[in-house]
């Protein structure tokens, strides 16, 4: 079982994940101060680890063909979601497949289409195999960012709210600390959607707690200085920010 990160295998992940292929491990030692033979290491550990796990182009595939990229959102059951995956994988043109943890939309498949009719036989093989698809919409424009937590210290934002990234459409994702006094604060996430704190469009999916990432369930207990990651694929309201920092 691999061991924890420390601070020096965060800003190596921090650096590569903001431009991997023009960042050398030199590069990073000036920045990290630390020498370039241990920064190798560091990464060489954090890939036989499986933290890092591979170093992808970004492709615009429209510019580079007049391809369509286009994100399907769709729902299984839990038992068989991992195995649907793995199938969908092999459907041509399918080239991202996303598990998502619990509720409707637990699988998102990215795909490339060299027009409309392509990613209707696309949709088509996706449902073949009993996925049923909920929710679609073309790509136009996709933004990265490397983990903000992971950076320079002295250079955090003060801003509860700390990053926020497009996925598709008006989808949303947002970082954002708990604070004292939260509606959400002391909840589980049950009891928050159970009493409406949470829109049903919402999704927290990820929980950062004292250097440790918790992937949530509905029993998980929000708590103050939590560093929350919230999604939705319609857009997120000042009111739901508000749940988390007011």
Same mark, same amino acid.
């Given at each position: 079982?691999?061991?924890? %990160? *420390?601070?020096? &295998? ?7 994940? @903001? ?10 030692? &000036? ?50 979601? @991992? ?30 289409? +060299?027009?409309?009719? *392509? ?6 093989? %996706?449902?073949?195999?009993?996925? /049923?698809? &909920?929710? /679609? ?11 903000? @937590? ?21 989808? &949303?994702? %947002? ?8 509606? %959400? ?26 250097? @440790? ?11 103050? *200085? ?5 999604? +939705? ?8 920010? /508000?749940?988390?920092?007011?």
């Amino acid at each position: 079982m691999p061991k924890g %990160i *420390d601070n020096i &295998d965060e800003q190596v992940l921090y650096y590569l994940t @903001q431009e991997g292929r023009h960042t050398s491990a030199p590069d990073i030692a &000036d920045k990290v101060d630390v020498s370039a033979p241990t920064i190798r290491n560091r990464i060489r550990h954090l890939e036989e680890d499986g933290i890092i796990r591979g170093y992808h182009a970004h492709i615009n595939y429209e510019r580079a063909d007049g391809r369509l990229t286009n994100l399907f959102i769709c729902t299984t059951s839990a038992t068989n979601r @991992q195995e649907l995956a793995q199938r969908v994988l092999d459907v041509p043109g399918v080239i991202n497949v996303r598990e998502i943890m619990t509720g409707k939309g637990d699988l998102q498949i990215k795909v490339v289409g +060299s027009d409309t009719d *392509d990613l209707m036989r696309i949709a088509q093989d %996706i449902t073949a195999l009993g996925i /049923e698809i &909920d929710d /679609e919409g073309l790509i136009h424009r996709e933004y990265f960012r490397p983990y903000a @937590q992971f950076g320079p210290r002295e250079k955090e934002p003060i801003s509860p709210v700390t990053g926020v990234a497009g996925l598709s459409g008006n989808a &949303d994702v %947002i970082e954002v600390i708990v604070k004292d006094g939260a509606p %959400i604060a002391g909840k589980t996430l049950q009891q928050a959607n159970e009493e409406g704190l949470i829109p049903s469009n919402v999704l927290v999916v990820r929980i950062d707690r004292n250097d @440790q990432a918790i992937t949530p369930t509905g029993e998980t207990t929000i708590k103050v *200085d939590d560093f929350v990651t919230i999604h +939705s694929r319609s857009g997120i309201t000042d009111e739901t920010l /508000e749940i988390f920092t007011v």
